[in-house]
């Protein structure tokens, strides 16, 4: 499964959707049936996964993957990755890949994973989410602050909207609770389901979460948890 040379086929049924969304009108690509037979990479996970606690407010654990899967990405993506995102391929640097499993429990949260986040407030980058996991285990919605109606975060918004998290914070209402779905101060403005072998990739500045169930059962065993393949594929500056 490590081997290089190894690449698996895309799935016979491999589909593609954009969807824009919000009043910024940002660009989701949706793959459906991305892989054949991704039930693999979910036994790499059982058999090779190194779980450890997640970086970067990631509530749960992360580990390792296959070598060849950034290969996968890199091979039968970029051409879909130019339509969606208005790229050539020489912008398209490299990928990044991480296992990850939900654990946190809602009264374990920190603040900032409560509501909904970006990974980057640069164009550097674009996120994937690969669903390994069943749609009752929460997919991933899309938010726009409702005080100040970004969508998208960047450096010249960030004095901004760093006021009205300050204030938001004191509301210790939305505390201690994963997001799901519009709330006082967000407004959902796109959500996709976890279908398995599901990708959803966009940019890396568009607010956005998991959405996890009240329901949902904290199990970190990948074949009944929120498997997932989280990606970055970074991005080098457009040229004019």
């Known amino acids: ?21 919000g009043n910024e009108k940002t660009p989701i690509l949706v793959i459906d049936n991305f892989l054949h037979e991704a039930e693999a990479l979910l036994g790499f996970a059982v058999k090779f996964g190194d ?14 993957v296959p070598e060849f899967y950034s290969q996968a990405l890199q091979t039968y993506l970029p051409d879909i990755i130019c339509e969606a995102f208005n790229l050539t391929r020489e912008n ?21 994973q409560s509501r909904p986040h970006v990974d980057t407030i640069h164009k550097e980058k674009l996120a994937c989410v690969h669903y390994l996991c069943t749609p009752d285990k929460g997919g991933t919605s899309f938010y726009r602050h409702r005080a100040t109606g970004f969508e998208q975060l960047s450096p010249e ?19 201690k609770k994963y997001i799901n779905g519009s709330n006082k101060y967000y407004e959902e403005i796109g959500r996709y389901e976890a279908n398995f072998n599901r990708l959803i990739m966009y940019p890396s500045d568009i607010l956005h979460s998991a959405s996890i169930p009240e329901n949902f059962q904290f199990r970190p065993n990948p074949i009944v948890g929120r498997l997932t393949l989280n990606s970055f594929i970074y991005l080098t500056e457009k040229s004019d």
Do not use: C, K
Request: glycine share 4%.
């Open 157 to 175: 918004r960030m004095d901004v909207y760093g006021e009205h998290l300050a204030r938001e914070a004191l509301d210790t209402s939305w505390h």
């Open 51 to 64: 779980f450890r606690d997640g970086t970067d407010f990631y509530p749960g654990i992360q580990s390792n």
């Open 92 to 112: 398209i640097h490299y990928s990044q890949s991480t296992y990850s499993l939900v654990l946190t429990p809602p009264a374990r949260l920190a603040l900032p």
């Open 1 to 21: 499964m490590n081997n290089t040379d190894f690449l698996p086929p895309l799935h016979s049924q491999f589909r593609y959707r954009i969807d824009i969304v």
